[in-house]
C-alpha cells in the first residue's frame, strides 16, 4: 500500500507529518509512506529517525508550497510544482492509491477537482465527510467544504457516500441517513431539500432515510449519516469543534478549584476520565476528514494536526484504499436501482 503523503502541509510541518509518517510506518509494515515535498527539509526529519528503512519513506521532490492564507485556484495556477498537486499526480498516475494532507483545504479539494478523470463514474461532485459524535458512537456528517451550491442529486450522493464509509471505517450496520434541516417535518426547509428527501424516499436507501434532522438533535445518533450543502456543514463542523475547545476549558478551571479538595487519587482519576472524555472528540483520533467520490482515497487533515493525527488520516487512508470503498461508491451510484434525477 503506497500513500502520497504532502508533507509541507500544516501549520507546523514538515516535523509533525514526517513524525506521523514514520509511526504510521513502523506500525504496518506493508506501508509505503511516499513523503512529498521539499527534499532537503524532509530529509532533514528523517534524520531524526534513522531506524526505518528509508526505502519505506521515499521522498518525491516538490519546489512549490501553497499557504494555508493563499487563494486555492490562484495558488495552483501560479504554483504548478506544488506539494498538494504533486501528490494527486501520484495518485492519478497509479504511482499511489492515496493521498493525505493537512494543508491548505480548498487548494487540495480544488486540485483533485480540477482533473475531472478522478471523479469516479456515476459521481457528480465529491464530498467532504467528517466524523461528528452522538450519543450511539461516531457519525458521518458530509459535505463540509466540499460543495456549497449542490443540486439535490448531490445530496442524496453525499448519503449514499457517507453510509458506505461508515460502515467500512466506522463499523456502523446499515448506518441510518437524515438530512439537516431547519425543522422534522417533510414540507420544511427550502427546495433543494425538499428535493433530496423525494430522491431518498424513491431510493434503494429509503428504509435507511430517518427523513429530517434539525440541529439540536444531531448528537441523538437517530441519523448515522447526516447530510447537507457545504456551507452549512463546514460552519457546524467548526462550531462543534469550537464547542468542544470551550466547555473542555471551562472543565479545567473548575478542575482545578475541585482537585484540592479531593484525594490524590480520587484527582487522578477524575483527570484520567476527563482526558479519555476529551480524547472521544478529538479530531485527531480520525485524523483527518475524506474527500469521498473520488478514484483512490484521500484524506484532507487539520491544519494543526500533530503526529498522531497524520498516523491516524494514514492509517484510515489505507483503510479505505484497501476496502476499495471507491469502488463500492461508484456500484451503488450506478447500479441502475439508484434515484432518478428530478
Known amino acids: 500500500m503506497r500513500i502520497a503523503l504532502d508533507a509541507m502541509g500544516g501549520d507546523h510541518a514538515p516535523g509533525p507529518i514526517v513524525a506521523g509518517a514514520v509511526q504510521a510506518a513502523q506500525r504496518d509494515p506493508a506501508l509505503t509512506v511516499l513523503l512529498v515535498g521539499d527534499e532537503p527539509r524532509i530529509a532533514a526529519e528523517l534524520e531524526r529517525h534513522p531506524?526505518?528503512?528509508?526505502?519505506?519513506?521515499?521522498?518525491?521532490?516538490?519546489?512549490?508550497?501553497?499557504?494555508?492564507?493563499?487563494?486555492?485556484?490562484?495558488?495552483?495556477?501560479?504554483?504548478?510544482?506544488?506539494?498538494?498537486?504533486?501528490?494527486?499526480?501520484?495518485?492519478?498516475?497509479?504511482?499511489?492509491?492515496?493521498?493525505?494532507?493537512?494543508?491548505?483545504?480548498?487548494?487540495?479539494?480544488?486540485?483533485?477537482?480540477f482533473n475531472a478523470k478522478m471523479f469516479l463514474p456515476g459521481v457528480r461532485r465529491p464530498g467532504i465527510a467528517a466524523v461528528y459524535p452522538t450519543l450511539l458512537g461516531p457519525a458521518v456528517l458530509i459535505d463540509v467544504g466540499a460543495n456549497m451550491h449542490p443540486k439535490p442529486e448531490d445530496l442524496y450522493q453525499y448519503g449514499v457516500m457517507g453510509a458506505i464509509y461508515a460502515q467500512h471505517v466506522l463499523g456502523i450496520d446499515n448506518p441510518t441517513i437524515g438530512l439537516?434541516?431547519?425543522?422534522?417535518?417533510?414540507?420544511?426547509?427550502?427546495?433543494?431539500?425538499?428535493?433530496?428527501?423525494?430522491?431518498?424516499?424513491?431510493?434503494?436507501?429509503?428504509?435507511?432515510?430517518?427523513?429530517?434532522?434539525?440541529?439540536?438533535?444531531?448528537?441523538?445518533?437517530r441519523a448515522r449519516v447526516i447530510v447537507c450543502e457545504g456551507f452549512t456543514?463546514?460552519?457546524?463542523?467548526?462550531?462543534?469543534?469550537?464547542?468542544?475547545?470551550?466547555?473542555?476549558?471551562?472543565?479545567?478551571?473548575?478542575?482545578?478549584?475541585?482537585?484540592?479538595?479531593?484525594?490524590?487519587?480520587?484527582?487522578?482519576?477524575?483527570?484520567?476520565?476527563?482526558?479519555?472524555?476529551?480524547?472521544?472528540?478529538?479530531?485527531?483520533?480520525?485524523?483527518?476528514?475524506?474527500?469521498l467520490g473520488i478514484r483512490g482515497a484521500c484524506i484532507i487533515c487539520h491544519g494543526s494536526s500533530d503526529d498522531r493525527a497524520i498516523r491516524n488520516a494514514i492509517r484510515v487512508a489505507a483503510v479505505m484504499a484497501e476496502d476499495r470503498i471507491s469502488a463500492e461508491i461508484s456500484t451503488a451510484l450506478t447500479s441502475g436501482t439508484v434515484a432518478h434525477k428530478l
Request: proline share 4%; hydrophobic share 40%; charged share 30%.
Open 180 to 221: 439537516l434541516n431547519v425543522g422534522a417535518e417533510e414540507d420544511k426547509g427550502n427546495e433543494l431539500v425538499r428535493d433530496a428527501t423525494r430522491m431518498f424516499r424513491s431510493s434503494q436507501f429509503a428504509d435507511r432515510f430517518v427523513g429530517n434532522v434539525e440541529g439540536r438533535d444531531i448528537h441523538d445518533g
Open 51 to 113: 531506524d526505518l528503512p528509508r526505502d519505506r519513506l521515499p521522498i518525491v521532490h516538490a519546489s512549490e508550497v501553497i499557504g494555508m492564507h493563499e487563494k486555492p485556484v490562484e495558488a495552483l495556477r501560479k504554483k504548478r510544482d506544488n506539494s498538494i498537486s504533486r501528490c494527486w499526480l501520484l495518485l492519478a498516475q497509479g504511482e499511489a492509491h492515496a493521498v493525505v494532507s493537512a494543508g491548505n483545504t480548498g487548494a487540495m479539494v480544488g486540485a483533485g477537482l
Open 233 to 291: 456543514g463546514n460552519i457546524l463542523l467548526k462550531s462543534g469543534e469550537g464547542a468542544v475547545e470551550f466547555l473542555f476549558s471551562e472543565l479545567k478551571k473548575e478542575l482545578g478549584l475541585l482537585l484540592p479538595r479531593l484525594s490524590p487519587e480520587d484527582g487522578q482519576l477524575l483527570v484520567q476520565r476527563l482526558r479519555d472524555l476529551k480524547t472521544r472528540y478529538e479530531y485527531h483520533e480520525f485524523g483527518g476528514a475524506p474527500l
